[in-house]
Structures are given as structure tokens and as C-alpha cells.
């Protein structure tokens, strides 16, 4: 069956994708912590099914063929959270994604991942959490994509991105462009690969569709 997995929903990103996919009509599960937190996805139709990154998440997985880890434990937790969600959460989705066969997953991880050291010192664990969860995933065999965006913001979306940084506004994008990108890669299963041949999207908010950047990855891969 074509449904994905949203690990991470109940997040700022993941609320916006959740919601776009929907009314997209492309089948997703959003894997939320608590049924405390299934009001706003009942409200809205999304299909919901309990799971925690820090505890049972098995049954999360059934029933799909691919899962987007957009999870994220931010700046306001401490180091263990960071290492529980971010960089163990993400091993246990990648172990889970080749246990139960799925076809593909999404890591959303970040620009600093790159150099974890040259970020903000609150930020800086986080970072190097998504760097190694990166790496991990690239050394799974799984076939997979990793989206970097730039520093997030809430500013309304417009569905035009870049992956040029010398061509973005203070290397930020939206949360909503974001969104935007996960749905259209969601969609579009054929981008993929294993190991250090697995495409890596940077995103800033920029002048070109979302369709116009897939199409271009499809054409130069």
C-alpha cells in the first residue's frame, strides 16, 4: 500500500506536512507520542497511530512503505534528549524501515550538520546529533534521501526554494517551504539511493517551484 509514515507530526514541520498531505490526497500516519496530541490531527482526518522515538515504535511501522523522520528534539532540551530523539530515534527509524521492508526514507536534517562546531553553542549537540544520525542512515544500505535546510523560519510559504545559498536571504527558509519540498519528495518516489550515492537536498527559500527542483535532480541523476 502507498502511505508513509510522518515520525516527528506533531512538530512545527510535521503539523504543516501532515495537513498538506492531506489535502493533497497522498496517504500519510502520523506517528504521535500520546493520544493527548490526536485532537488536532482527528480535527483534521489525518490518520494517527501511537508511537515514541524514546520507547515502543514498532507498531508505527505497518502498513507503510515509507517513512519521513522530520523529528526533532530543538534548543530548549538537554544533550539527552538530543542523542534519544535525534540521533538514536532516527538509527531506530532506519533499523525499523529495513525490518519492515520500506521502500525509502526522508531524513530531515540541517545545514549544520556539516560543521556542528560553527553553530551556535546551544545548538551545537543538535547539530552533531544530525550529522552522525546522517552518516548512520548513508551507512544502512537503505535507500533513502536527506533534506538540509537552512535556519527555519515562520514565515508564510511560498513553495519557492533554492539549493543555492549565495542565492538565498540570510540562508533561511520557511517551515511551510519546507513542508512544501516533503510533500513533492514524498511524492515522487523514483528519487532515491544507497549509501554515499543517496541524493542530498539543501533548502533555502528561493525562485524556483518545488516541481522545477525535482524535475532538475531526475535530469542531472
Keep these: 500500500m502507498r502511505k508513509t509514515l510522518i515520525i516527528g507530526a506533531n512538530g512545527q514541520i510535521g503539523r504543516q506536512l501532515c ?24 480535527e483534521r482526518g489525518i490518520k494517527t497511530v501511537l508511537g515514541d522515538l524514546e520507547g515502543e515504535m514498532r507498531q508505527a511501522f505497518y502498513g507503510c512503505d515509507q517513512a519521513v523522520f522530520v523529528a526533532g ?25 529495513s525490518e519492515f521492508g520500506l521502500s525509502r526514507v526522508i531524513q530531515v536534517s540541517s545545514i549544520r550538520a556539516e560543521t556542528p562546531l560553527a553553530g551556535p553553542k546551544a545548538m551545537r549537540a543538535y547539530f552533531a546529533a544530525k550529522k552522525a544520525a546522517d552518516l548512520c542512515l548513508a551507512e544502512s544500505g537503505l535507500r533513502h ?14 513553495g519557492m526554494l ?12 520557511s517551515r511551510a517551504n519546507v ?18 550515492k543517496a541524493p542530498i537536498f539543501t533548502l533555502f527559500d528561493g525562485d524556483q517551484h518545488v516541481e522545477h527542483l525535482l524535475t532538475q535532480h531526475n535530469a542531472t541523476s
Excluded at 26 to 39: C, H, K, L, T, W
Excluded at 162 to 173: F, H, I, N, R
Excluded at 181 to 189: H, P, S, T, Y
Design 19 to 42: 495537513e498538506k498531505a492531506q489535502a493533497a490526497g497522498e496517504p500519510v500516519v502520523a506517528m504521535i507520542r500520546s493520544s493527548d496530541q490526536q485532537g488536532w490531527f482527528r
Design 73 to 97: 528534539s530543538g534548543p530548549h532540551t538537554g544533550p539527552d534528549k538530543t542523542l534519544t530523539i535525534d540521533l538514536h530515534g532516527a538509527m531506530r527509524t532506519a533499523d525499523l524501515a
Design 145 to 158: 534521501v536527506i533534506v538540509k535546510p537552512g535556519r527555519l523560519t515562520d514565515a508564510t510559504g511560498s
Design 162 to 173: 533554492t539549493e543555492d545559498a549565495d542565492a538565498s536571504d540570510e540562508m533561511q527558509v
Design 179 to 196: 513542508a512544501e519540498f516533503l510533500l513533492g519528495l514524498m511524492q515522487a518516489r523514483e528519487i532515491g539511493g544507497r549509501h554515499r
